[in-house]
């Protein structure tokens, strides 16, 4: 499935960007593919794919389920 049309990226394009080439923002995800984003509407899409990939886009982590896997919620009183 296209995640980005404008450049016809793919899940597996925005996964390759994560996995060979670090890519945990989709800015990163465009430059690894030597293009730019054009209309953006695929950034939500691309940023789930982030995730799904193991790289949240949020921070510089490499791993976000390590980062994750020891949280625990805030209890409510
Ligand atoms: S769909 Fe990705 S820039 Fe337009």
Do not use: W
């Not at 800015?27 to 939500?44: D, L, S, T, Y």
């Not at 886009?57 to 896997?69: E, L, P, Q």
């Amino acid at each position: 499935m296209y995640v980005c049309v404008c450049n016809a990226l793919r899940e597996k394009d925005v996964r390759r960007a994560a996995e060979e080439g670090g890519a945990t923002r989709p800015a990163e995800v465009f430059r690894f593919h030597g293009c730019a984003p054009q209309c953006g509407k695929c950034a939500c899409h691309m940023r789930a794919e982030l995730i799904s990939s193991n790289t949240c886009g949020n921070c510089d982590c490499d791993d976000a389920a390590a980062v994750t896997a020891n949280y625990e919620p805030i209890a409510a009183e």
